[in-house]
């Protein structure tokens, strides 16, 4: 039965996405392009309506599988609903950032809002003694892990495929950790069967785009995952481990950022502006920049994400290892942009 929704989901996404690329006339009405600049490696408009078609055919199908099994179409608890409270903020700045545009600020303020309807309903990274500081740095988890999938989502394919990796692992764990019911299962498998329809029509050479209101999305997702999970640990160690699941897009932002700081020359105040301006820092602007092409660096990226979530499930099965698991992907992270950083400086096409 999950199998048939899940084919079900493929296929209603795959005939919106059809109509949708060839209906000219709502797209020039919408406008929901993503233009080319001196950021961006593609060279033509191409529809950034990615995020809210997954939204949209996701709860379509769930809609008419809780019709046909004669479940509430509405029913929530209260749990559930501060969940879509929660995802509401996020989907409701990330589209005005998708329609209109807005600044890194504004998007942080309906991201805050989100993480604290969620803070507040109970979701903590507890690591600390301190109340106060376990909410400063779920918050600062929350921010991070939201805003690397939209930062990683700069060439064709990648940040897709990386949270297609993401669900299957989600997915695989909860056979051993009991992450959620069975009823939020069918919810799991409708979302990936419309992400697999979106990937098919995001692989290199995309003809559509995520948008902001996908990539945060994804990014949101994976943040309620990881502080979720979070509280069937304990110690300290454990928790920190889930980083592990993450690990590409998180330490990517977390390594950039840290760049950005150190290199900008002013004040303090300053610095903190700078880690949130956008530039071509990013592991797959390295790859680019090295002479791969985007099909090359996106599966490079992709693989190698692939292969610290094989790591990453090695805690999961033996209920050990937590944190020599951490520790390994985070060097096996470092080292991996190190190589391409040195790689790019001996073909003299220093960026930095």
Partial sequence: MLFIYFLISILVTTCMFRFLINSDSVNHYLDLYDYPNNRKI???????????????????????????????ILG?????????????FIFLGAILDDIVGINAPKK??????????????????????????????TTCLFILIINSMNLIDGIDGLSSSLFFLFSLFVILSNNYLDIFSSKYLIICVIFLGSLLAFI???????????GDTGSQ????????????????FILFSQKIYLLSV???????????????????????????INIVKPDQNHIHHLLLFVGYSPLKSMLIITLFYLFCLCLSIIPILFKSFYLTTFVIVLVLNISFRLFFERKLKLTNNQVY
């Fill in 42 to 72: 593609h060279d033509k408009k191409i529809l950034k309506i990615g995020g809210i078609v997954i939204l949209f055919c996701w709860l379509l199908v769930l809609f008419v599988y809780r019709l046909l099994n004669q479940e509430h």
């Fill in 76 to 88: 929530i608890n209260a749990a559930e609903l501060d969940l879509i409270m929660s995802g509401s």
């Fill in 108 to 137: 942080l303020f309906f991201q805050l809002i989100s993480i604290f309807i969620l803070i507040n309903s109970g979701y903590l990274f507890d690591l600390f003694n301190s109340y106060l500081l376990n909410i400063i740095v």
């Fill in 200 to 210: 098919i029509f995001n692989f290199p050479p995309a003809t559509v785009f995520l």
């Fill in 217 to 232: 999305l994804l990014g949101w997702l994976a943040a309620v995952f990881v502080i979720q999970v979070s509280s069937n």
């Fill in 246 to 272: 993450i690990s590409l897009p998180f330490y990517d932002v977390f390594f950039v950022m840290i760049k950005r700081y150190l290199h900008f020359k002013g004040n303090l105040f300053g610095k903190i």
